[in-house]
């Protein structure tokens, strides 16, 4: 549903949008016709990608959002609204996980999950829901996690984070959604992605993981960051009456 030409069809920010999922996002809304905010820590890979997105019709633009700092968070909301003057939608992608048994963790992994993977996403919230109100409405989609509907074994903080993140949106709904305040969660399953093969030593030890997460999913493979985004994109461009919703994007994993 490519709108190009027609002008923007309103302003979305992705927070983490360099890395491969949230390239996937920023590319897919873009495409759609969102002007597309890229929500960076790494400037370098957003200022490509903005660059290789931005039209005159259709704008992509950077904006530091370092979602574990709160006076990044500030400056960049503050700096989103005074160059695009409004905002539209808000994807929360990005995150943080590290992998160890709940006994190894520590204080320090628990106050980072959460600032990352929950503050920074309600501070944001805080700071542009009034835009949206003042606007009529609006839409917030976190990139959650299948781990915050199952659990996952060595990942205690990324799991209960990511699902408190969602418990958050629900309450925005509850509160917002009759002045046209729209809130969901996309949960990925195993997805493809740099990040995932980085988690382990080796190619081999990453292959040998792979392939077990294989038969883990029902539909027989791992997910694409492109399959993500086409979650996002229909819950910010087609859906009005989708609300705090977390739909699984996970080749059956987890089933309702």
């Known amino acids: 549903m490519t709108r190009r030409g027609a002008g923007p069809r309103g302003v979305a920010l992705v927070s983490g949008g360099s890395g491969a999922i949230g390239e996937a996002i920023c590319r897919c809304l873009h ?15 957003a200022e490509a990608l903005a660059s290789s997105l931005h039209t005159e019709e259709v704008p992509s633009w950077p904006v530091p959002l370092n979602m574990r700092d709160s006076g990044s968070i500030r400056s960049g909301t503050a700096g989103l609204l005074a160059d695009a003057g409004r905002v539209d939608a808000v994807v929360y992608n990005g995150g943080l996980s590290r992998t160890a048994p709940f006994v ?3 204080e320090e992994d628990w106050a980072a999950e959460i600032a990352i993977n929950y503050l920074g996403p309600v501070l944001t919230t805080h700071l542009l ?14 990139i959650t996690s299948e781990a915050a509907k199952l659990g996952d074994a060595a990942h205690a903080p990324y799991a209960a984070v990511k699902a408190a993140l969602h418990a958050f949106f ?10 046209g305040i729209l809130a969901n969660s996309v949960a990925p399953g195993p997805i493809d992605t740099p990040m995932l093969r980085y988690t382990f030593n080796t190619p081999e030890q990453a292959e040998h993981a792979i392939g077990k997460l294989r038969r883990l999913v029902p539909a ?3 997910g694409t960051p492109d399959e993500v985004a086409e979650a996002v994109r229909f819950l910010v461009s087609e859906s009005s009456f989708v609300a705090g919703q ?3 994007v996970g080749g059956g994993v ?3």
């Open 220 to 222: 027989g493979r791992l």
């Open 254 to 256: 987890s089933m309702q």
């Open 170 to 179: 629900q309450t925005i709904v509850r509160e917002y959604g009759r002045q």
């Open 246 to 248: 977390q739909i699984s």
């Open 31 to 45: 495409d759609d016709g969102w002007a597309v905010a890229i929500g960076y820590v790494s400037r370098e890979r």
């Open 104 to 106: 190894e963790t520590t």
């Open 129 to 142: 829901l009034p835009a949206m109100l003042e606007n009529k409405g609006g839409s917030f989609v976190g």
